[in-house]
C-alpha cells in the first residue's frame, strides 16, 4: 500500500492512470465522517486547513479527520495522516465526505457527487490571479494550460473561502468560480483575536529558534518570482540585501526570521550567520506574525494579515517595475495604496530599520488599508464549519 503509485501505473501514463484508479474507488460508498485535509501541496500542518481541523477535533469527536501530507511534515501526537500519492491517499480521497484545502489538488483527481470540496485559498490578492493573468511566466506549463488546469481545479470547488468583499470579486473572476463564497474572513487569522494566547506563542517562538531575552524579532517574508525556476518544477530564489551587512548593523538589536515562499523554502543556508534564522519550515507563519515586532515584505499577500496586528511593515520593493508590469501585475495602486514605505534600496531598507523604533506607522495609509481589508473578527472558523457540516 505505501509504494508510490507512480511504479504501479508506469504503463498507463501516470495522471492517466491515477485517474482511472481514482474512478474505480469512487464506486465505494462515501465515509460520512470523513474529512481530508491538506496545506500547502501537503508541505505544512498550517494556515486556514489547520484552524478547521483543530476546531473539528475540538468539537466533533465523531469525525475522522486525516491530513495528507509529502513525507516531511510534523503534526500533532494522534493526528490521522496520510501520504500524498500512495495508493491509501487516493482510496481515503475518493472515500470522503469533505476535502479541504488551500491551494490546489492534482488534476487528475475525480471529485464524486457526494463530496464537498472546501477551497480556503491562502490570501488576499495583490498580484494577478489565474485567469486575469496576462502571461504566465511558471515553469513546465504555458499560459493557456494553467489557465486551463486551473479552470479544470476550480470547477471542482464547492465552497470557496473569502476574508473581505474585495477579494470575492476578484476570486469569482480570476478562478472562474460561480459557486457558493464563505465571505467570513480567513480562519488562519482568528488567533490575531484572542491575545490572551499571544505570550506563549512569543515565548514558543522564542525557544524554537533560541532567540534571547532582549532581541526584538524582524520577519522577513517576501513573495516568489514566477520566472526564477532552475528546473522543471523547481525555483530559486536569492536574497535581495546582504545578510553579513544586516547582522553587523543589526545584529545586537535584532534577530531576523527569513520565511521564504513554500516553493523554495528550503534553499536557504543562513548557518553563519548568529543573527539570521531560516523560518521557512516552522509549521505555521500566524505564529511567526504574532511573535514579531514589524515585518519585511516585498508583494507577498502576508502584508493583508500582518495589517490585523497595526505593527510596522517595510516594503522591499527592489524589482517593482519587473514584478508590475512584466510577471504579475497589481489590482490596486501599490505604490499609491501601500501600508507602509517602499523601499528600493539595500541602502534604504537598513535605514526604514534602523528607524523602526521611532517612527508613527500607523499612518493614514495604514488605517485605510486595514478599512479596506481587514473584515475578520475572530469568528471564522467557527462560522465556517458550521457551514460545512449544515444539514
Request: one cysteine or more.
Amino acid at each position: 500500500m505505501k509504494r508510490k503509485i507512480s511504479h504501479l501505473l508506469k504503463s498507463a501514463g501516470l495522471d492517466r492512470g491515477l485517474h482511472l484508479l481514482m474512478r474505480l474507488m469512487t464506486l465505494m460508498p462515501v465515509k460520512k465522517n470523513r474529512v481530508l485535509f491538506e496545506s500547502f501541496l501537503g508541505k505544512q500542518y498550517s494556515d486556514s486547513p489547520r484552524a478547521i481541523f483543530e476546531e473539528l477535533r475540538a468539537s466533533r469527536p465523531d469525525l475522522e479527520l486525516i491530513w495528507s501530507h509529502d513525507g516531511t511534515v510534523r503534526f500533532p501526537e494522534g493526528t490521522q495522516t496520510v501520504k500524498r500519492m500512495t495508493l491509501r491517499w487516493i482510496y481515503l480521497l475518493s472515500t470522503s465526505r469533505v476535502w479541504v484545502s488551500n491551494s490546489r489538488l492534482p488534476s487528475f483527481l475525480v471529485k464524486r457527487k457526494g463530496t464537498t470540496y472546501l477551497q480556503t485559498w491562502h490570501g488576499t490578492p495583490l498580484k494577478r490571479l489565474a485567469l486575469d493573468m496576462f502571461d504566465v511566466q511558471m515553469a513546465n506549463t504555458t499560459t493557456e494550460r494553467y489557465k486551463k488546469d486551473f479552470q479544470r481545479e476550480s470547477g471542482k470547488w464547492d465552497l470557496l473561502v473569502s476574508p473581505n468583499p474585495y477579494s470575492t470579486s476578484i476570486f469569482r473572476r480570476a478562478f472562474g468560480f460561480d459557486g457558493e463564497v464563505i465571505e467570513v474572513g480567513y480562519p488562519r487569522n482568528d488567533l490575531f483575536y484572542h491575545p490572551e494566547k499571544h505570550p506563549a506563542i512569543l515565548d514558543k517562538v522564542k525557544r524554537h529558534f533560541q532567540i534571547i531575552e532582549g532581541k526584538k524579532i524582524l520577519l522577513y517574508a517576501p513573495t516568489w518570482r514566477d520566472d526564477e525556476y532552475a528546473d522543471r518544477g523547481r525555483y530559486s530564489f536569492r536574497l535581495p540585501f546582504d545578510l553579513q551587512a544586516f547582522e553587523e548593523r543589526f545584529g545586537e538589536e535584532y534577530v531576523l526570521l527569513v520565511r521564504m515562499h513554500y516553493l523554495v523554502g528550503d534553499q536557504l543556508d543562513v548557518s553563519e550567520f548568529q543573527s539570521v534564522r531560516n523560518a521557512s519550515s516552522y509549521p505555521d507563519i500566524a505564529e511567526l506574525y504574532i511573535a514579531s515586532d514589524a515585518l519585511v515584505t516585498d508583494y507577498s499577500s502576508v502584508m493583508f494579515d500582518y495589517a490585523h496586528l497595526k505593527r510596522p511593515m517595510l516594503f522591499f520593493a527592489y524589482d517593482l517595475e519587473k514584478y508590475r508590469d512584466q510577471l504579475r501585475g497589481f489590482y490596486f495602486d501599490f505604490e499609491q495604496d501601500a501600508p507602509g514605505p517602499l523601499l528600493r534600496t539595500e541602502e534604504e531598507l537598513f535605514s526604514a530599520i534602523a528607524q523602526l523604533g521611532t517612527g508613527d506607522f500607523d499612518t493614514s495609509a495604514a488605517q485605510k488599508f486595514r478599512a479596506t481589508f481587514c473584515h475578520d473578527d475572530g469568528t471564522a472558523t467557527v462560522r465556517i464549519c458550521d457551514r460545512l457540516f449544515r444539514q
